[in-house]
């Protein structure tokens, strides 16, 4: 071997690419703790790719993207050193070690922090908390909120022919005001008022609760095909034309097979459950 041949005093073979990681890291004035902060991968497995020593590390997915990441930190490009690592890992035969890992994990530096995941846990349950509120505040009252409003209620039933839970009317006469009045229900006091329209055979087909002070106008053909009933009547004003209807029954009390027709609310004979000798029978829910 003649002197032209040798390398050049100082000149080292650089046959590994750990050796060449490191090399960049020391020439950028680089420390291990410096690489593991900007890759967060631990020092420990940094260590272990500059020596090449890549059975220290979980797997060989793992060795490539530590090595890109570490390529990328010092300034060297990351495809070149982990298409090198991939090469080193065949003549080694590496990949003939067990590999125990799932699935390929993506480049450790592009993982999610934890304060990120836990940004996206918390978004998740204030969506679910805020369509859990939407869902309550939009949904009617459902079979069972009736079942239980008419059980309650049941005890202190309005009698059918009890003249005194009739109303009475407030100025004129029924003949005064048009068949197709708008009859309009509201809601006063302080707490919800729940209404129920029944069918001819006293099913409770339609239902909504009332909020304080809200009001309500009874769809034309609801005041045709229903009647009305409710357990608080005290608690209910209806209006036809305008005009003001009496209480249509006891307070606290189930009343049930109102008419909704105008002239019926404005006489005596037509308003509550004096309107029929026999009372539709309670809806079975």
């Known amino acids: 071997?003649?002197?032209?041949?040798a390398p050049a005093q100082g000149e080292l073979a650089i046959t590994r690419t750990g050796d060449r990681l490191r090399i960049a890291r020391e020439a950028a004035g680089l420390s291990l703790a410096d690489v593991a902060t900007r890759t967060r991968i631990t020092q420990r497995h940094l260590e272990a790719i500059e020596k090449s020593e890549f059975s220290e590390l979980p797997g060989r997915t793992y060795v490539t993207g530590f090595a890109r990441a570490y390529a990328r930190a010092v300034d060297l490009p990351e495809?070149?050193?982990?298409?090198?690592?991939?090469?080193?890992?065949?003549?080694?035969?590496?990949?003939?070690?067990?590999?125990?890992?799932a699935y390929e994990p993506t480049d450790p530096a592009r993982l999610p922090t934890a304060r990120l995941a836990w940004t996206l846990v918390i978004v998740t349950l204030l969506l679910a908390s805020a369509y859990g509120v939407w869902r309550f505040l939009s949904v009617e009252p459902d079979e069972a909120l009736i079942a239980a409003q008419n059980r309650d209620a049941d005890a202190s039933?309005?009698?059918?022919?009890?003249?005194?839970?009739?109303a009475a009317v407030k100025g004129g006469n029924a003949a005064a005001v048009p068949a197709n009045a708008p009859v309009?229900?509201?809601?006063?006091?302080?707490?919800?008022?729940?209404?129920?329209?029944?069918?001819?055979?006293g099913k409770t087909e339609n239902w909504r609760t009332l909020d304080p002070g809200?009001?309500?106008?009874?769809p034309p053909a609801y005041i045709e095909q229903f009647t009305l009933r409710t357990s608080r009547a005290q608690a209910l004003k209806i209006t036809v034309g305008g005009r003001e209807v009496g209480q249509i029954g006891p307070a606290d009390t189930l009343v049930k097979a109102i008419s909704l027709k105008p002239t019926d609310l404005l006489t005596e004979t037509?308003?509550?459950?004096?309107?029929?000798?026999?009372?539709?029978p309670k809806a079975k829910r």
């Open 1 to 5: 071997m003649t002197d032209e041949d």
């Open 79 to 101: 495809a070149e050193i982990g298409a090198d690592v991939r090469r080193e890992l065949e003549e080694e035969q590496y990949g003939a070690r067990p590999a125990y890992e």
């Open 157 to 166: 039933e309005a009698p059918a022919t009890d003249a005194s839970g009739t």
């Open 184 to 201: 309009v229900l509201t809601a006063v006091g302080s707490a919800s008022v729940w209404i129920g329209f029944d069918d001819a055979t």
């Open 214 to 218: 809200e009001t309500y106008e009874v």
């Open 270 to 280: 037509g308003t509550g459950a004096a309107a029929s000798p026999q009372a539709a």
